[in-house]
Every structure is written in structure tokens, then in C-alpha cells.
């Protein structure tokens, strides 16, 4: 009998990678294409197609791939559209699984990246096992996946689980969604960076490894905080205490029983994790304390957006 | 053929509510017990027992009961367990399915209020037919019910949807929970209570109707508003624009189709509703805006907490 496989795609704003995977969750065979070097979508899909068939006769995947699961910003499970996404060249609304479905001529099922992770976790990492966790992940900005009762939550309109835009802070930080204070703007790469931009304003006088620095990054922090610098410090603590409120937040509203952490800023280990875990604690609900895990992703970075993406793929039609 | 029928029990601090209802979701009849006078659990359930006898057999429903449903604060719908309710005499953890199911003799399925309100709305009520909602009891203090997929979201140790307990004002009023700043120590019937003493503190030498009264309450600023009071009418502002900001945040998380509103405040018309859709739709990510409806509950209020636990009954077992 021919072995199964899917095909897992991770469309981002530079690259979209795309691989071959089989039943048990191995990656066989990935490779990827630049995504913003086409001026029309069209283009775009036509080169997409061109890579996975090479990829699929590469590694005589021919005629045994069920289905292909996408990963996009604001993809619309229901709809199959990409929806008016701020990090991709073309604007609009783009029908992307039935573009890419009649090119490849597959079943073609797609999500937004966060949902994408959290069923990749379900189906082969943390979350194995679990019916009622959420995802959260940490990137440029922060995405969200909600799964209750082993199901994910698309929502009446496909467009459920948007965690970082929930409030932090009301009247806060101005977010690229247009509203004040969501929870982006602070624990995302880039709410960090700002973070650390606010407490050099405010702490004008303190010595700092961060002073001075042009186009300071989120690793930038994080490295100046590993070489003992305080104000670095106190924004991992900040942003760990900022998460943990949030997360708190969270488990009133569907009571987890694990919330999983992804992206960039999740390796910083207990320099966001130990702020992060001691501010959760303190502002759960008394019925929930000491009850909801926090872990890390299982997933191996280079191939869990590819690998959350392909679990879907399994259930295209 | 005999006809079938649930019993649907609504447990308060003061009153307990029960009536027999039939297929079509209507309450055949019903009755009650006084909640808060008897000093041991065990009086309670043998007093209960005694008037759903009663109930079933005044009403020639003996032997066609197919269970019973159970909205009681705190309850925990997997153990069937009353769980450290505030409002009850009886402390700790309470047996309440099993107890009454062994003194009956017929299955038992327990959930909170605001859960049994949601599935009251979705077999009854407002919510017929839809798949994503979330219901919100404005009551003494603030219940939340998600529907998800069209299932209940009972998480994973049967207690989400607390979502009176969503921060509405980070390190605001002091909730009973243990927590500052919760919803509910804004929007409940006392949290709108709260907001006029501190009016009143804020802006002394304003006249106001609400000015030396006391044991304000939430009717008295109701009425005082209609009358043209300034001040009560800042109040039910204050209130419509705070509750419209949380279920914004409400609605980024599950993205439903509605918002479901029932309770007290529930009826106090456009003096609430107005505010409170247009804090809304402001509030609202620009991919949800204009697409979730608010609705006010389609159950009879002297009906809605015994049809909303009977419709549990129909899944005891």
C-alpha cells in the first residue's frame, strides 16, 4: 500500500515554506519560496504550485498526498480567504485555498498561523491528549488558538481566538489593529522592544547595556538581560507580569487545562517564565490556582508552523 | 404513550425554584422551597425531595420524568459538585447531584446558573439555531455561559465561563473573588450601586436625586435616571460603556455569532443599551465590527433559571 502523506504550508510575510509530511508527523522533505517577491497573487500561486510539485515527485509523494493544510495571517477557515492581511504584499481578500486547490488539483484547508500551531500540538506535541488548552504564540505580534471540548474554536465567522488583542491595558499602547492596549503591543518581539524603549525614556539617568543602541531588538534585550543589565531585567519582568495577568484572563473565560507558549520570545526561559508564572498565580481566580499548566511548545521551531499547518491537511475536503 | 418530561431546579441563596416542563419548553407546572433555612445540607434535600414528590405527582408525571437539571451557583457540571458557592449556608464542597439523585431516583446533571441560562437560550430561546454565543446574567453579580460549536464550553475542571471575572479595570474595585477590578464589580445590579456612591463622592455639590438615600439601589438609580436624573443616567452610561468594552474583548475570543444578555439590568432598556452597542461596535476589532449582534434574552424571566437547568435534564444520565 502506498504511504500517506499531507502537505503543510506556512505562508509569512518573507517566506513561505511548505513540506511533505507522513501519518506519524515526520517531516519528509520542505523546501519554501519567497512570498513577497510576487506582485500579483496569481504569480504568487503559480510559483507556490511549481515548488510543491517539485517537492512531492522529488520524494515520490505523487498520487499519495490526501491533503494540504495552509497557515496564513488572518486566513478564514470557513471562507478559505485570506483576509485583508497587513504583512502580505496584496491587499484585499484572497481566495487561497481555492486558488491553490484548482493549481494543485488537492483538497486544500486553511487557518491562521496560531490555530495552524495549536493543531499541530494537538495532533503531535504538548497537547496531545488534551480537549480543552490554548495556544498562544509569541512572534512579531501574538497569536492565538482556542481549543475546548477537542475542538478548535473558529468562531461564527472563522475568526476566533484573536488572544492578542485582548486587553492589557485600557487606553494603552496604540496597536496596529487600531485600538489602544491590547496585549500585542506589550508581550509580542516588538512590544518588548517598546518596553524597552519606555524605560529608557523614563529612566533617563540609569547606565544601561540598551542606551545608545540603534534598532534595538527583542534578542538585543535579551542578551543585555543574560549579561545582568537591571533595565533589561525589568522588561522581561514587565512583559513576563503583563502575559501572566493576561493568561489569567484567559482561563476565567474557557478554563484550560494548559496554556502552550510558542515563538522567539518563549525561549527565554525563566526570564520571561518565572515573572510570567508567578503573575499568572497571583491573578487567577481562587478556583483555578495551582490548576492550570503553563508549558512550552513541543515542537521543533524549524518545523512546527509546516507541521501544524499539514495536521489540517488530514482533514481537507 | 406517555408524555415525557424534565424537572428543571433553580438553586439561589434565597429560593429555590423548581418546575416540571415538558418537550415543547413549557413549565407545567412549578414551586418552591426556601433555600437559606435549613442548617444541614442533608434537611435541604430531603425538604426538596419532598416538593418535586409533590410536584410530579399533583401533576400525574410520576414514572415519566427523564431527569433532572440543576443551576446552582458554583456547580461543577463533570463532578456534579457544588463547589464553595459564597451565597450558600452550606460551606465547602457539596454533593448535590448524587445526594438528590439517591433521595429521587433519577438522574441528575448539575451546571451554574449562567450555563443553565445559555442552554435555556439555545433550546428555548434566543439562541436557537446558533452554534457560537455567549450569554451574559446580569444579576447580584455578573454569569457567564460560552457555547462553542454548539457545545457548551465546560473546560477542562468544569468551570469556564467566569466571565464576570474578566478585568474590566486593571487594580479597580475590589471584587468578592479575592481579585480587583472584575467586571462584575461593575456591571452586576451592585456594581452599578458602587458606581453611584462613588458619583455621588466624586461630584458633591451636585443635586441629584440619589443625594442622601439610603441603601441605594440599582432600581432606585434605574428609576431616578428615567426621571431625568443626570447623575443616574452618567450611571447606566458609565455601566453601558464598561460592559460594552468587555464583550468586545468577549468577542475576539470566541467570535460569536450574538451576545446574549438576561437578568435585572438586562431590563433596563435603552438607558443600558445604548451605551453599551455603541461602546461596543467602538470597542470592536475592525474585522468584528458590525457583525455580532447583542440580544436580550427570550425567556420569560419567571421562567428562564428552571427552563434553562430543565433542558440539562434531558441529558442526565
Known amino acids: 500500500m502506498n504511504k500517506p502523506y499531507v502537505v503543510g504550508i506556512d505562508i509569512g510575510g518573507t517566506n513561505t515554506v511548505f513540506g511533505l509530511v507522513d501519518a506519524r508527523g515526520t517531516v519528509v522533505a520542505s523546501s519554501s519560496i519567497k512570498t513577497g517577491i510576487y506582485p500579483e497573487f496569481d504569480q504568487y500561486i503559480e510559483a507556490l504550485n511549481e515548488g510543491l510539485q517539485t517537492l512531492m515527485k522529488t520524494n515520490g509523494a505523487e498520487g499519495q498526498v490526501h491533503g494540504i493544510g495552509v497557515g496564513a495571517p488572518n ?7 485570506i483576509e485583508h492581511a497587513p504583512n502580505l504584499v496584496w491587499k484585499g481578500v484572497l481566495p487561497l485555498a481555492e486558488a491553490l486547490s484548482s493549481k494543485v488539483g488537492l483538497p486544500v484547508s486553511i487557518t491562521n498561523d496560531a490555530n495552524a500551531a495549536a493543531i499541530g500540538e494537538m495532533t503531535y ?53 487600531g485600538r489602544n492596549g491590547c496585549l500585542e503591543t506589550y508581550c509580542s518581539a516588538t512590544g518588548v522592544v517598546r518596553t524597552a524603549y519606555e524605560f529608557l525614556e ?51 473565560f474557557t478554563s484550560p487545562q494548559a496554556i502552550i507558549i510558542f515563538g522567539g520570545l518563549a525561549k527565554s526561559g525563566d526570564m520571561l517564565m518565572k515573572p510570567l508564572r508567578e503573575s499568572f498565580e497571583a491573578n487567577n481566580m481562587p478556583i483555578h490556582k495551582g490548576k492550570v499548566k503553563i508549558l512550552l511548545s513541543e515542537l521543533k521551531e524549524a518545523d512546527a508552523a509546516v507541521l501544524g499547518a499539514s495536521a489540517l491537511g488530514w482533514e481537507a475536503k
Open 75 to 81: 486566513a478564514n477557515y470557513y471562507t478559505g480567504k
Open 125 to 177: 506535541g504538548a497537547a496531545r491528549g488534551m480537549k480543552d488548552f490554548i495556544m498562544i504564540t509569541l512572534g512579531t505580534g501574538v497569536g492565538g488558538g482556542v481549543v475546548c471540548n477537542g475542538s478548535m474554536v473558529y468562531g461564527f465567522d472563522g475568526m476566533a481566538g484573536e488572544l492578542g488583542h485582548i486587553t492589557a491595558r485600557r487606553n494603552g499602547r496604540l496597536c496596529g489593529c
Open 202 to 252: 523614563a529612566r533617563v539617568d540609569e547606565p544601561t547595556l540598551l542606551r545608545d543602541r540603534e534598532n534595538l531588538t527583542s534578542k538585543d534585550i535579551y542578551d543585555a538581560a543574560v549579561a545582568g543589565d537591571r533595565m533589561a531585567q525589568d522588561v522581561f519582568e514587565f512583559t513576563g507580569k503583563v502575559l501572566g495577568e493576561m493568561l489569567a484572563e484567559y482561563v476565567s
